[in-house]
Nanobody, 125 residues
Framework: QVQLVESGGGLVQAGGSLRLSCAAS????????MGWFRQAPGKEREFVAI???????YYADSVKGRFTISRDNAKNTVYLQMNSLKPEDTAVYYC???????????????????WGQGTQVTVSS
């Protein structure tokens, strides 16, 4: 059973930075893509960033140039470095992993089977 545990959320002023971490366990971490999604109050969960098993990265247009996703396979951890934060980045951020056997990278939440508990990010203006 894959388990994902996020950390690193908090309250930050606009223009500030945060780094989220997601520790994974339960299967070979390096073989799969990992994703970050977020959900603001009253809105659907949306794609933020994905990193493939071979380190290709994909970003939502709203975060491109400000957020960076990375992974450390030795630590079974994926990171989301968030810079130049805006109030509209306020949301619960979730780490996600696709089902075992998945080889195609997708940005839809439907492509991810395993989810962390979420970590709150609040950006004040």
């Amino acid at each position: 059973q894959v388990q994902l545990v996020e950390s690193g959320g908090g309250l930050v002023q606009a223009g500030g930075s945060l780094r989220l971490s997601c520790a994974a366990s339960g299967r070979t971490f390096s073989s799969y893509a990992m994703g970050w999604f977020r959900q603001a109050p009253g809105k659907e969960r949306e794609f933020v960033a994905i990193i493939s098993w071979n380190d290709n990265t994909y970003y939502a247009d709203s975060v491109k140039g400000r957020f960076t996703i990375s992974r450390d396979n030795a630590k079974n951890t994926v990171y989301l470095q968030m810079n130049s934060l805006k109030p509209e980045d306020t949301a619960v951020y979730y780490c996600a992993a696709p089902p075992s056997g998945t080889t195609v990278v997708v940005t839809s939440t439907a492509g991810y089977h395993y989810w962390g508990q979420g970590t709150q990010v609040t950006v004040s203006s």
